[in-house]
């Protein structure tokens, strides 16, 4: 492994609009990772009749600050899912798998990624740190996944991390309903920590929770299935707003 990628931090990785995901997400109206995946939790296709250059194109009408690929296998993805919505879109993608490994995260950013998610559940704090140094080291944001408090403890410069509160449960594959209430509870600590970017991920299912969690002090949301099935995106981002709106009032 190269030395220097271990101990420096290389300029974000940027989209070739110039702008690094965290930047994109902190700077959206609306703050959604709009995510591409294969398949959801149970197997069941999502994508349908569509390509995948048709689904990253109306994710761009859309307004997204930014997109999340899926390449796990339990979704369906491939590497190849990856270079096809890199290849189809200028904006920051993130690779979303279980990395493990530096050359997951070269990988990931010779095939256009700007970000990749790192799973604090699953990784030993050292590993976990060495993989976020190397990440930075090649300008990759990492986005780190978290369901609990402790695995803040040890998480090196979380001011240039994402970090993201997954609300479901790897463990089932995340085929469980989710529990958003994990969001609102972890949210402090999340700030706490020093993250400028606290991302809520997954069982986001409807606008008006989305709203909630903005409302509650999320800089972002990770949404898939619900957006790649609703028949109109139009419709569910307005009701966002209003939603949002409403609450403010």
């Known amino acids: 492994m190269n030395e220097r990628s271990e101990t420096t931090t290389a300029t974000p990785a940027r989209n070739r609009a110039g702008t690094s995901f965290a930047d994109a997400l902190l700077a959206a109206r609306r703050p959604l990772v709009m995510e591409v995946k294969l398949r959801d939790p149970h197997g069941n296709d999502l994508l349908g009749e569509r390509t995948v250059t ?5 994710y761009e009408q859309a307004g997204a600050p930014c997109l999340s690929v899926v390449t796990g ?18 904006l920051p993608v993130l690779q ?14 010779a ?30 944001t990492p986005f780190v996944e978290i369901t609990d408090e402790r695995e803040l403890d040890a998480l090196p410069r979380p001011q240039d991390c994402v970090i993201a509160v997954n609300n479901k449960d790897i ?56 957006l790649m099935r609703t028949t109109d995106i139009d419709t569910w981002l307005t009701t966002l707003d209003t939603a949002r709106t409403g609450v403010a009032a």
Do not use: N
């Not at 048709?54 to 109306?58: C, E, K, M, N, Q």
């Not at 296998?73 to 200028?90: E, I, K, Q």
């Open 96 to 109: 979303k798998d279980f990395l493990t490994r530096p050359a997951q995260l070269e990988a990931a950013h």
């Open 73 to 90: 296998r339990w979704f369906g993805g491939t590497t190849r899912l990856l270079r096809d919505v890199t290849a189809a879109t200028t």
């Open 171 to 226: 463990r089932t594959r995340e085929r469980d309903p989710g529990d958003l209430r994990r969001s609102l509870r972890l949210l402090p600590a999340v700030r706490a920590a020093g993250c400028r970017a606290p991302v809520s991920a997954s069982a986001i299912t409807d606008p008006h929770t989305a709203a909630r969690l903005l409302d509650a002090g999320y800089a972002g949301l990770l949404v898939g299935t619900a």
């Open 111 to 140: 095939m256009g990624a700007s970000a990749v998610l790192l799973t604090a559940a699953l990784l030993p704090a050292t590993s976990l740190t060495r993989l976020i140094t190397h990440a930075l080291g090649l300008g990759l």
């Open 54 to 58: 048709d689904l990253v194109t109306r």
